[in-house]
DNA sequence: TTGCGGTTTACATGAAGTAA
DNA sequence: TTACTTCATGTAAACCGCAA
């Protein structure tokens, strides 16, 4: 009898007569939501939103409190002794980043790689590292954990096999995600006083109709503050785009303007007809690329149009108070 | 070999839960 | 109430693969 109560708490199951953790599918759903705290819902949505973050950045967001919380002498001592804590205080922050990703491992809510095939294809002797930074994803129970939570609706819903593919373009979806953390940690935070930015939220694979449903556009990410949305579309010089060789980089722009054009102008819904189109442009060098877009802009919508161009979203948020408001008098 | 950076493990501690 | 268990956490040490 004595077994039998053993194998009725899967918990503590034992192998080889050695007590054993639990292992991922031993975590039903409820349990694993039962789990979450605050902060773990918050990375599980923020990991939703940005599709993939890698370590060094979710322990910088996520879990570096300030060194005088966890030593109270840390105010008091030298530099020396400062920067010996604000080291120790890091570590503590990678490890405790490290032990929550595990648990959300065991419990199926996320996966993670750290593996660089390149590195590994080439012989042992000529090859450097193999395993680079930590890349954590959700799987897909983390996935539909956090729908839920969001309250998605079913047709907004991501398929795995879809967010498993974005991973072979992991370099420009980072890049959207650091424009999302960016706004969550940095830009909502400072602005938390203005109320309408308050209302915002951020949709990274969303389409915007035309009214017949036929013409469609789909921004990189879209970015909804109180009842402005913004199309964002990124732009990184670097990533190779297929198209014919006839077509010039400023005209693939223009394609791009124009199929929003057609949309806003078959559309009815007056949130998409208002709708800013922002195009962020991270490692434009020159300023020539940032003006053939805004040329484009203006042959395509006129001079009065409601295309915004930045190297980042500071820069857009600050256009766009320029354009919506000389009446609010800041 | 030695040192480095990333990762895992051992151990101590305290909080919370549980059975007697 | 007490003794015991479980779990999360911080710290330190061990471990691993690699480069110099």
């Known amino acids: 009898m004595a077994d039998q109560g053993k194998f009725d708490r ?6 080889g007569g050695r ?30 939103k940005c599709r993939c973050i890698p370590q060094s950045v979710v322990v910088t967001t996520y879990f570096l409190d300030s060194p005088d919380l966890y030593y109270e002498e840390y105010e008091s001592v030298d530099n020396l002794a400062k920067a010996a804590f604000e080291e120790k205080n890091r570590k503590r922050a990678v ?13 199926g809510l996320v996966e993670g790689t750290s593996i660089i095939p ?10 450097g590292r193999v395993t680079g930074e930590t890349w954590y994803y959700l799987s897909q129970r983390g996935l539909r954990v956090v729908e839920k939570r969001l309250e998605i609706p079913d047709d907004s819903k991501l398929s795995k096999v879809e967010v498993d593919m974005e991973r072979a373009k992991k370099e420009h979806y980072w890049e959207l995600g650091k424009i999302y953390l960016d706004l969550r940690y940095r830009w909502m935070v400072s602005f938390n006083d203005l109320k309408q930015f308050i209302d915002w939220d951020w949709y990274p694979s969303e389409s915007v109709w035309g009214d017949n449903a036929v013409i469609e556009v789909r921004p990189d990410a879209i970015l909804r503050i109180g009842e402005q949305l913004f199309c964002i579309e990124l732009d990184r010089s670097t990533e190779p785009i297929q198209r014919s060789p006839f077509h010039t ?4 722009i223009q394609k791009k303007l124009e199929r929003y054009r057609d949309v806003i102008k078959a559309s009815t819904n007056t949130i998409i007809r208002n709708s800013i189109i922002a195009f962020v442009i991270p490692d434009a060098v ?4 940032l003006l053939n877009v805004g040329k484009a802009a203006d042959k395509v919508f006129g001079i009065n149009h409601r295309v915004l161009i930045g190297r980042n979203i500071e820069d857009i948020l600050i256009a766009y108070s320029d354009l919506a408001g000389t009446s609010n008098n800041e």
């Open 19 to 48: 007590k054993r953790k639990r292992r991922a599918n031993d975590y039903s759903i409820g349990e694993a939501i039962d789990l979450l705290n605050e902060r773990e819902w918050r990375l599980l949505v923020d990991l939703y």
């Open 10 to 15: 899967n918990d503590q199951a034992e192998e």
């Open 95 to 107: 490890l405790k980043a490290r032990r929550t990703f595990k648990r959300l491992k065991d419990r």
């Open 286 to 289: 020159y300023k020539t690329r």
């Open 249 to 252: 980089e400023q005209v693939s």
């Open 118 to 127: 390149d590195a590994v294809d080439l012989p042992v002797a000529r090859r």
